[in-house]
């Protein structure tokens, strides 16, 4: 079992840029792909990005491809997610996830998820 705790968010002016951290506590975190999620009010939580064990292989959202860069250190049981050229709808909360395989973007192909962390993107 892995708990994960989310920090980094905050209030940012578009154009930008906030780095998230997600830090995990128990045994095992390299054994996990590691992923992003976002919500904004009113709306669905949806897949930003992952990154498989050993952080060799990550992938993104569309929306997001080119301007956030998802990275892990094993060592410090931390993954990160930075986030450059923010607009106004980036503003969510950010959820970081651990799962069993990496590729996956379905809320459900993830067994544990942290409280959030909130970024707000004025314009």
């Known amino acids: 079992q892995v708990q994960l705790v989310e920090s980094g968010g905050g209030l940012v002016q578009a154009g930008g840029s906030l780095r998230l951290s997600c830090a995990a506590s128990g045994r095992y975190f390299s054994t996990y792909a590691m992923g992003w999620f976002r919500q904004a009010p009113g709306k669905e939580r949806e897949f930003v990005a992952a990154?498989?064990?050993?952080?060799?292989?990550?992938h993104y959202a569309d929306s997001v491809k080119g301007r956030f860069t998802i990275s892990r250190d094993n060592a410090k049981k931390t993954v990160y997610l930075q986030m450059n050229i923010l607009n106004p709808e980036d503003t969510a909360v950010y959820y970081c996830?651990?799962?069993?395989?990496?590729?996956?973007?379905?809320?459900?192909?993830?067994?544990?998820w942290g409280q959030g962390t909130q970024v707000t993107v004025s314009s």
């Open positions: 990154t498989s064990r050993s952080g060799t292989m990550t």
């Open positions: 996830a651990a799962g069993s395989s990496y590729g996956l973007n379905r809320q459900v192909d993830y067994d544990y």
